[in-house]
């Protein structure tokens, strides 16, 4: 699979500043380049490098300041969209115990439904599909099915998820540069239902993610939590609610939390 190029001055810069942060050319703390010097260097006019190193600001790579000018700080791509946690996180924050059961693991070729959730136009590619479930004391706590693109993620296809599961390996070994998160209430699949321990009836949460690096997909998976016990927070300003549309998420910060309270 071949990697999106630029297509764009714009896109241009912004793939080229990312890298050299994610790639720690320019280390956390570098005072980056003044925006008229930028603007020279690609031959663009300085509302474009503005525009630019705003993006990245939102997206957490940036932080400027008076004065003191533009600065590396630390990425922070979950303040971009919605915080990407994991549920061994989130069931220790309740104080509980966490483990999980590996369901399926299986590489196969990318069919067409795969393809439209990691919005791939490459037919050729090779996935790693994989479901699990997460517990909270021993009780069921949420279901997770993920696949990954191996192309994208080659190291994937030997690491070992039975020891760690697939989405903090991830976090800890792969870049990403965006996400985006599909939020709804659902009746669980009957599989689902059985493996959480609730009817087919049960509200549930049902978070779908998709994460990306320069334009690659890298995974999609589908978490499912009992509605009962789970909520989401978001926390934004006024400025990001006047600079978000309807399909845009880009200026939310939100984290998925569980309530106390046993599995039904």
């Not at 990425?75 to 399926?104: C, H, W």
Request: glycine letters at 6%.
């Amino acid at each position: 699979m071949s990697d999106a190029k630029p297509t764009t001055l714009h896109d241009r810069i912004l793939t080229e500043v990312r890298g050299n942060i994610l790639s720690g050319t320019w280390p956390l703390g570098y005072r980056i380049p003044f925006e008229t010097d930028m603007a020279s260097t690609y031959g663009v006019s300085r509302m474009t490098v503005n525009k630019v190193l705003t993006q990245l600001t939102r997206e957490g790579y940036l932080e400027r300041r008076r004065k003191s000018g533009t600065r590396v700080t630390k990425p922070r791509g979950q303040s971009a969209v919605m915080a990407i946690t994991n549920s061994g996180d989130e069931v220790r924050q309740r104080g509980e115990a966490y483990s999980f059961t590996t369901l399926k693991r299986k590489m196969r070729r990318a069919e067409v439904q795969d393809m439209v959730l990691l919005r791939s136009a490459d037919p050729a590619i090779t996935i790693l599909e994989l479901e699990y479930v997460h517990r909270a004391d021993g009780e069921p706590f949420c279901h997770e099915a993920r696949i990954i693109n191996l192309a994208a993620v080659p190291e994937a296809e030997h690491a070992d998820f039975s020891a760690e599961q697939a989405g903090t390996w991830l976090l800890r070994q792969v870049p990403w540069s965006s996400a985006e998160h599909l939020i709804r209430a659902v009746n669980p699949a009957a599989h689902v239902a059985r493996l959480l321990g609730v009817s087919v009836a049960t509200a549930c949460l049902e978070i779908e993610r998709r994460t990306e690096y320069e334009g690659r997909p890298i995974t999609h998976t589908r978490l499912t939590y009992p509605g009962d016990k789970h909520q989401l927070v978001a926390r934004f300003s006024p400025q990001m609610s006047a600079q978000t549309s309807a399909q845009t998420s880009a200026q939310v910060s939100a984290q998925v939390s569980a309530q106390p309270g046993s599995a039904p």
